[in-house]
Structures are given as C-alpha cells and as structure tokens.
C-alpha cells in the first residue's frame, strides 16, 4: 500500500500499517458508512501536531490513530449537539415524515426507536448521552416542551417518547457480553469510527493542529480524498489528549460551505453515572408496545432490526435487505470503482424508475418526485439523478439505481460503463 501524503511533508518514509475497523459504528443517524466502502490497513506518514491551542506534545498522525484504537472510555456522561445539512429539498416536513413511516413497526409506534432516530438525519438537536460498560447507555433526544429517551438496562431496552406518552419494549440478547467501546449512538465516536474505515492509499491523513472541545484538551485529525470526483471534502475528528475519545466529528463538502453533518461534546465527564440513570418504569396510563407484538402486526418488516441489537446494528443493512434483492432474490448490491469514489448500484428489477418525461407512467406522485431531481440521458438510456450536499443517486427509467458521495456526472459515467 503507497504511504499516505501529508500536506505539508511529502516525500517522508512509509510508517507501519494499522488494522482498522476495531468497534462497530452504531448506524441510527446519518448514514456516513458511504465513507467506509474500503478499507483493511492504514498507513502514515508522520505529520507533526505542533501549532494551535492549546499547546500539546508532538504527535504523529499514526500515533493518533493508535490513539484512539486504543481509547478504552467505558463510562462517561455529557450533551452531544447534532447539526446536519444535507440540502434536502424542504417539503413542509414530509420528508421526515415518509422517513420515519419507512422505518416505523407495523403498530406505528412513535416510541420505536427506527423510526424516532431518523429524525437525527435533518436539522439540529441535542442529545443527552450516558454509559457505563456495555450493559448500560442511555440516549435522550431533547425536543420543544418533549423528550425521547432510549435506555440499555441489562437484557431490557426501552424507547419513552413524552409526547406521546408511549413506550416501546425490547430485549438486548447479547447482554452481559463484552461490548466494550460501544457507546450509544450519535457520539462522534461512533461516526470517527465509522470514517476511520474508508482510510487507504486513495486518502490523506494528518494531524491538523489542537483545539478545546468541551473544555478538554484536544488533537485534531484531518482525513481529506485524494481522488477528485468525490462529494466529500474532509472530515475533521478531534480527539481528547488525555483518553483518546473522539469528542466532535465534522464532514465538510467538496463544494464548499457550511459542514453537512457536524456532531460533537458540549459537556462531557468521564465518571461513573448513577446508577439511577438507567432505571425506567412505563409511566401511569403509557401505551406500551412490545417488540415481539410490534413484529407480529399487520405489515410489520421483519427486516428491521430489534430495539435489542447494541442499539442499533443497521439501518441502512434493513433497508439494503429491501432495497437491494436482485431479480433473483439474492443480495443484488455491487460496488463500483475504490476508495471515496465507490458507487453503490443495484437492480430494482422492474422498468420504470422515475419517469423522465411528464405524464409517464408514473402518475401524480411519480412526476412530483420526478420534478425534484436532474433528468440525464447517456448510452444507459435516461434516468433522474437526485442530489443532496453529500449523497447522490442515479434512478434508471430501467429501473436500475447507483449511489455514492460522488458527483453527478461521475454516477452518469458509472451507468454508460455497465
């Protein structure tokens, strides 16, 4: 593998390589594994974290990752702040809303916690956060005159939306088994280990500088694509001196402007939490769904996935499990191209996609959604190219999709190359 570049010493020896893709990432919010399509070993080159504030040893880039591979934080207690801007189009909140249907449980529950989480993926909230090991995490989304808690006690997890006064009832089946480095979802931990992934000889890694995140020391590390074609400008994780946690987690576009996805520590302390936390009782007159009945209601999905599993092991895997069948009901995904220029494509197996020319089959809702993307044409035929800051998707009139954070003209050429 080529040594990574550093930006400002290029030409310094090949540093030893690193296995990756030591924790699992928790996948309820914004889905930033687009960025982890490849990855096996890193390799870097030193880039020295000599200036900013505060003023901090050396560290190399290598180091730092080290760092963090090695960060053990079982217990901790702190508010998270989560702002996401992926230039979705704004449909009056209906976008959120066929969002949330999509992934809700048969019974509709708003206490589910796949469909609650996904609210995280427009917009900015708060997040209050709590651990201690790995049978224990409490996530609360704090909403206007409302609040959602989902807590991880031992075998039970339970999702408690206020607003609505209902609960929904899970069981965790891996309880008592060591999970150690699996937070609650959300945290720039989860996502830093998410992006780490996507490190190889097409990426650039160094140290950029330090920084005082939640009033705690911290090194900054920068991971910018050295391919071009990529909707992904850099990611900046910054990570606390002292533990070795990521404490905020930046995604900036190619294109420029404000950050699509930035989530980091407004207040952290790396104590023991109460046990009291985690306690929870349904309250007085709650509707209260179990998981069990919610699978067995009519038009349930038996593809998503438990309240139960680490707190969250994969919506985008459910909807893969969807979405992704090929004809022949096997697992109809390919990967196309490497590194940060990876396209997703996959078989709907039926023609039609969304219509290209007005009135086509389609009908109303079919041109309304037609209407919100760039109609292409190539040697694949036409097909609608819908676009985000991050995140673009090629549909096919043939009924065929590509997905990456690439550009637009890039998912044209990957479909007149199939």
Same mark, same amino acid.
């Given at each position: 593998?080529?040594?990574?570049?550093?930006?400002?010493n290029t030409g310094?020896?090949?540093?030893?390589?690193?296995?990756t893709?030591?924790?699992?990432?928790?996948?309820?919010?914004?889905?930033?594994a #687009?960025?982890?399509?490849?990855?096996?070993?890193?390799?870097?080159?030193?880039a020295?974290?000599?200036?900013?504030?505060?003023?901090?040893?050396?560290i190399?880039?290598?180091?730092?990752?080290?760092?963090?591979?090695?960060?053990?934080?079982e217990?901790?207690?702190?508010?998270?702040?989560?702002?996401?801007?992926?230039?979705?189009p704004?449909?009056?909140g209906?976008?959120?809303?066929?969002?949330?249907?999509?992934?809700?449980?048969?019974?509709?529950?708003s206490?589910?916690?796949?469909a609650k989480?996904t609210?995280?993926?427009?917009?900015?909230?708060?997040?209050? #956060?709590?651990t201690?090991?790995?049978?224990?995490?409490?996530l609360?989304?704090?909403?206007?005159a409302a609040?959602?808690?989902?807590?991880?006690?031992?075998?039970?997890?339970w999702?408690?939306d206020s607003?609505?006064?209902?609960?929904?009832?899970?069981?965790?089946?891996?309880a008592?088994?060591?999970?150690r480095?699996?937070e609650?979802?959300?945290?720039?931990?989860?996502f830093?280990?998410?992006?780490?992934?996507? #490190?190889?000889?097409?990426?650039?890694?160094?140290?950029?500088?330090t920084a005082?995140?939640a009033?705690?020391?911290a090194?900054?590390?920068?991971?910018?694509?050295?391919?071009?074609?990529?909707?992904?400008?850099?990611?900046s994780?910054?990570?606390?001196?002292?533990t070795?946690?990521?404490l905020?987690?930046?995604?900036?576009?190619?294109?420029?402007?404000?950050?699509?996805?930035?989530?980091?520590?407004?207040?952290?302390?790396?104590?023991k939490?109460?046990?009291?936390?985690?306690?929870?009782?349904?309250?007085k007159?709650?509707?209260?769904?179990?998981?069990?009945?919610?699978?067995?209601?009519?038009?349930?999905?038996?593809?998503?996935?438990?309240?139960?599993?680490?707190l969250?092991?994969?919506?985008?895997?459910?909807?893969?499990?969807?979405?992704?069948?090929?004809t022949?009901g096997?697992?109809?995904?390919k990967?196309?191209?490497?590194?940060?220029?990876?396209?997703?494509t996959?078989?709907?197996?039926?023609?039609?996609?969304?219509?290209?020319?007005?009135?086509?089959?389609?009908?109303?809702?079919g041109?309304?959604?037609?209407s919100?993307?760039?109609?292409?044409?190539?040697?694949?035929?036409?097909?609608?190219?819908?676009?985000?800051?991050?995140?673009?998707?090629?549909?096919?009139?043939?009924?065929? #999709?590509?997905?990456g954070?690439?550009?637009?003209?890039?998912?044209?050429?990957?479909?007149?190359?199939?």
């Open positions: 593998m080529a040594p990574y570049e550093s930006d400002d310094a020896p090949e540093a030893d390589e690193l296995p893709g030591r924790r699992k990432a928790a996948r309820y919010a914004v889905p930033v #687009v960025v982890g399509l490849a990855a096996a070993t890193i390799g870097l080159v030193p020295l974290a000599d200036s900013g504030d505060p003023d901090l040893p050396k190399t880039a290598q180091q730092l990752i080290e760092k963090i591979a090695k960060s053990d934080v217990q901790l207690s702190g508010t998270v702040r989560i702002n996401t801007d992926l230039g979705l704004n449909l009056g209906l976008e959120s809303g066929l969002v949330s249907g999509a992934t809700r449980s048969g019974d509709g529950s206490a589910d916690p796949t989480l609210e995280l993926v427009s917009g900015s909230h708060t997040l209050r #956060v709590a201690d090991g790995p049978d224990r995490q409490k609360s989304l704090i909403e206007s609040e959602y808690s989902l807590i991880h006690n031992g075998k039970d997890v999702g408690y607003k609505s006064n209902e609960v929904y009832h899970g069981k965790a089946e891996e008592g088994k060591d999970h480095g699996e609650p979802p959300a945290t720039p931990k989860d830093a280990d998410e992006a780490l992934k996507s #490190v190889d000889d097409t990426t650039s890694v160094t140290v950029d500088g005082h995140v009033g705690r020391d090194y900054k590390l920068l991971i910018k694509p050295k391919q071009s074609g990529t909707t992904v400008g850099a990611i994780i910054a990570v606390d001196a002292k070795g946690m990521p905020k987690f930046t995604l900036t576009p190619a294109a420029g402007g404000a950050a699509v996805f930035d989530t980091g520590f407004t207040q952290v302390t790396f104590t939490p109460a046990a009291s936390t985690f306690d929870f009782t349904p309250p007159g709650a509707k209260v769904t179990e998981e069990g009945d919610a699978s067995k209601a009519p038009g349930s999905d038996k593809g998503l996935p438990k309240a139960g599993d680490d969250g092991t994969g919506l985008g895997e459910s909807f893969g499990k969807d979405f992704g069948k090929g022949d096997s697992d109809g995904f990967v196309l191209g490497k590194g940060w220029n990876s396209i997703a996959f078989d709907t197996g039926s023609e039609g996609g969304i219509p290209s020319g007005a009135g086509a089959g389609g009908g109303d809702l041109g309304f959604l037609g919100l993307g760039d109609k292409v044409s190539g040697k694949f035929g036409k097909g609608t190219v819908f676009s985000t800051r991050l995140i673009n998707a090629l549909i096919t009139d043939d009924g065929k #999709v590509y997905v954070a690439v550009t637009k003209n890039a998912l044209v050429e990957a479909a007149n190359a199939k």
